[in-house]
């Protein structure tokens, strides 16, 4: 009998280069307030949002994608050429196909790299992390670009007070390869579909096309998804430090999902984190960005911070689905 040749690849993998892209708007508070009956006093208080990004009309998440992408690619110091994989991580591609990721491709100069898109929420970026990382050491990739990238403001309802001051709007990358040291670890992952009533979207586009619903947009059920990131996600990333085999104190930096300060805060609060560890807080200035959020953090922690690089990050991701996903990364 024949016998089928396999594909192998490297032992470990790394996170090269990053990349980052926000919406070129900058929208305060009191641009918000008026639709909700709010005050920025208040939105300050429950999130810690002072001013978030948002993307102009012209500008799309293929946009912002793009701009991410081509700074991660550089920063590696890899030509588009060699990337052969590339893997986008959004909720908000205005077309159901193609996908955003085939067309990036060609947009960086990677084509004819294979390519499709990942829907896990806030989660996303982890999850296609976990991916390019098990599809270079199996030998079926080379070098991946990760982008989470999306355009929250295009499915916003400016009335809705349980998530339309929250969002913004950008893109973050990073281009994954081959390492002679582990640079990823084991990635926690899963998702709790009984609670998909808790954030997602308020309709489906077969009910907006039958004239039952208008345009769908983002909610969630605040308490709810306050508790679980809390309580629940602490036990993930717990669980993850543990299948990197290090402790909180090894940490150079913990970037969690940029959802709410108050949930940042108290996460690192229940971690124990020690003074040591740089938390990432992008949200104060750029909203929260879905699965772009963790990226963008990384990358303006990394901005602000040099001496962070070649450390160890706790990035955790969590969201609609209810789904969620966390490793320890190598800082590039």
Not at 132 to 144: E, F, H, P, S
Not at 156 to 161: A, I, L, Y
Not at 195 to 207: C, I, Q, S, Y
Request: charge should be negative; include cysteine; charged fraction near 20%.
């Amino acid at each position: 009998m024949t016998e089928l040749r396999q594909a192998t690849g490297p032992q470990y993998t790394r996170i090269l280069g990053l990349g980052a892209a926000r919406g070129d708007l900058v929208v305060p508070n009191d641009d918000l307030v008026g639709p909700i009956n709010s005050s920025d006093e208040w939105i300050r208080q429950r999130t810690g949002i002072e001013t978030r990004t948002r993307a102009s009309a012209a500008v799309s998440a293929l946009d912002l994608a793009t701009t991410a992408g081509k700074d991660a690619i550089a920063a590696a110091g890899v030509s588009p050429e060699q990337v052969d994989l590339v893997l986008v991580a959004t909720i908000s591609n205005v077309q159901q196909t193609p996908s955003l990721s085939a067309v990036l491709a060609d947009r960086v100069g990677a084509n004819p790299a294979a390519a499709y898109d990942v829907n896990a929420a806030c989660a996303g970026y982890t999850y296609a992390v976990a991916q390019a990382d098990a599809l270079i050491r199996a030998g079926i990739g080379t070098y991946a670009l990760v982008v989470g990238a999306e355009k929250l403001s295009d499915v916003v309802d400016p009335t809705d007070r349980s998530i339309s001051f929250l969002l913004g709007d950008g893109a973050g990358a990073a281009v994954i390869g081959p390492s002679d040291t582990p640079g990823i670890s084991k990635t926690v992952w899963g998702s709790d579909g009984s609670k998909a009533d808790a954030v997602g979207m308020n309709a489906t586009l077969t009910e907006f096309r039958d004239g039952s619903a208008a345009w769908p947009t983002l909610r969630q059920e605040g308490p709810t998804v306050f508790r679980w990131a809390v309580w629940e996600m602490v036990k993930v990333a717990r669980q993850a430090i543990e299948e990197a085999g290090i402790t909180p104190d090894q940490l150079a930096a913990f970037i969690p999902h940029q959802a709410n300060m108050r949930i940042i805060d108290e996460f690192a609060k229940q971690l124990g984190l020690p003074d040591t560890v740089a938390i990432g807080r992008d949200i104060a200035t750029t909203g929260n960005t879905s699965a772009a959020s963790i990226p963008l953090a990384t990358h303006r922690l990394l901005e602000e911070h040099p001496e962070l690089s070649g450390g160890l990050a706790l990035q955790i991701g969590f969201g609609a689905g209810l789904v969620y996903g966390a490793q320890v990364v190598v800082l590039p």
